[in-house]
């Protein structure tokens, strides 16, 4: 069985200033690593992914995110964050295995960056 | 369609009540997923299709809860005699492929409808 925790349900940061979002994950066969982001009425969308290869991935308005396969753990960074980022932010896992599957989201962390 | 679409966005309906939630996939997408989020807590699992497999109801909270997909497309989750615990919002994904998810990676969500229990 997989699960994930999300350490904080809130995190409120200053704009441009840095923020790490932790993600914490255990499960027993090896899995897929996601993090989405939901805007304010909005529905999920997808904002970076770890599949195999490099343990540092990239999205493309600046998160990033490292899977330490010995914690592990996949937290979300930036260095410097917007106003526009707030937003609730999801990390979830996929286990690798044949013939379909679920994946198990995180309970969230609401982000809120104050001017 | 260009996106996943959910049907109604909203719905509020009276306690004991039957309601149908639709999803419309992407075009060509066979897998598709029902989870529900809660106020304060993470996306719950509800239910999966892949192709023609029979589904993962795996995570359906109780047998209140139905959900059939048509002809590998639409799906339409029901909640039978609903409870006011059932309140929250009822996402619904698709993805290329279900066994095919680590070269393609990630859902495409639909906004979600908002079901209030009154």
């Known amino acids: 069985a997989q699960s994930v925790t999300q350490l904080d349900s809130q995190v409120p940061v200053f704009e441009e200033a840095p923020v790490e979002l932790r993600c914490n994950y255990s499960?027993?066969?090896?899995?897929?690593l996601f993090w989405y982001v939901q805007y304010p009425n909005q529905g999920l969308q997808l904002l970076l992914k770890?599949?195999?290869?490099?343990?540092l991935v990239e999205s493309i308005n600046g998160f990033e995110t490292e899977f330490n396969k010995s914690q592990t753990s996949f937290h979300l960074r930036k260095p410097s964050v917007h106003i526009s980022d707030t937003a609730e932010y999801f990390c979830?896992?996929?286990?690798?295995?044949?013939?379909?599957?679920?994946?198990?989201f995180g309970a969230g962390t609401r982000l809120f960056v104050k001017a | 369609g260009a996106g996943v679409s959910q049907s109604p966005s909203n719905k509020v309906t009276e306690k004991g009540k039957d309601v149908e939630l639709r999803c419309d996939p992407i075009?060509?997408?066979?897998?598709l997923y029902w989870y529900r989020q809660s106020l304060g807590q993470g996306l719950e699992f509800l239910i999966y299709?892949?192709?023609?497999?029979?589904?993962?109801k795996s995570g359906l909270p109780s047998d209140r809860f139905s959900a059939e997909r048509t002809g590998g497309s639409v799906s339409t989750l029901t909640i039978q005699r609903t409870q006011q615990e059932d309140s929250a919002v009822y996402l619904c994904?698709?993805?290329?492929?279900?066994?095919?998810?680590?070269?393609?990676?990630?859902?495409?969500f639909g906004s979600g409808t908002r079901l209030t229990v009154v």
């Open positions: 299709f892949q192709g023609n497999s029979a589904p993962d």
């Open positions: 979830a896992v996929s286990p690798i295995r044949a013939g379909g599957f679920k994946t198990i």
């Open positions: 994904a698709s993805s290329p492929s279900g066994t095919d998810y680590g070269r393609v990676g990630g859902y495409t």
């Open positions: 499960s027993s066969v090896s899995v897929y």
């Open positions: 770890y599949l195999s290869g490099s343990t």
């Open positions: 075009s060509g997408h066979t897998a």
